[in-house]
């Protein structure tokens, strides 16, 4: 008597199909350097915003602390301040100031005029700029009371 052969036996089924093959393992390696690839670039831009909210931040704070400057300009013989005071204050320009980063930031008045008439008010405008580059990071105005031309 011949015995037929019909194929494997069911226990040799089974253990063939648990294993995983070539073709599997090389498309997920695939399918996790997608998903690594996706996340680096998720996570790279954040920290580019970070550090740029930290520059426009700076620049905030150096505008505010020109204009507060300006505004507590004042002569040693008088109370209250002059056009002549402030135009003087905003002709000595500012130094450079670097953000935490180290990125330069350099700040700027706008030239103004005295008022026709006095008391009135003088506009000073005050901007930040990054070193090499024309566009204002952060940039404020303010209206300045002035008593008097000198």
């Given at each position: 008597m011949t015995a037929i052969h019909l194929g494997p036996?069911?226990?040799?089924?089974?253990?063939?199909k648990r294993r995983f093959g070539v073709i599997e393992i090389v498309i997920s390696m695939f399918l996790l350097g997608v998903l690594l690839i996706s996340y680096i670039a998720l996570t790279i831009?954040?920290?580019?915003?970070?550090?740029?909210?930290?520059?426009?931040?700076?620049?905030?704070?150096?505008?505010?602390?020109?204009?507060?400057g300006?505004?507590?300009?004042?002569?040693?013989?008088?109370?209250?301040?002059?056009?002549?005071?402030i135009t003087t204050f905003l002709q000595v320009p500012p130094s450079p100031v670097k953000d935490p980063r180290g990125v330069t930031l350099v700040p700027q008045w706008e030239p103004t005029s005295c008022p026709p008439t006095y008391p009135g008010v003088i506009q000073v405008r005050a901007s930040v700029t990054r070193n090499g580059y024309p566009t204002p990071i952060a940039s404020a105005g303010a209206l300045i009371f002035v008593r008097s031309a000198a």
């Open positions: 036996a069911i226990g040799e089924v089974r253990h063939s831009r954040p920290v580019e915003d970070i550090g740029m909210n930290t520059t426009i931040a700076t620049a905030t704070q150096i505008v505010n602390e020109q204009i507060e300006a505004r507590a300009v004042r002569s040693p013989a008088s109370t209250e301040p002059s056009c002549q005071d």
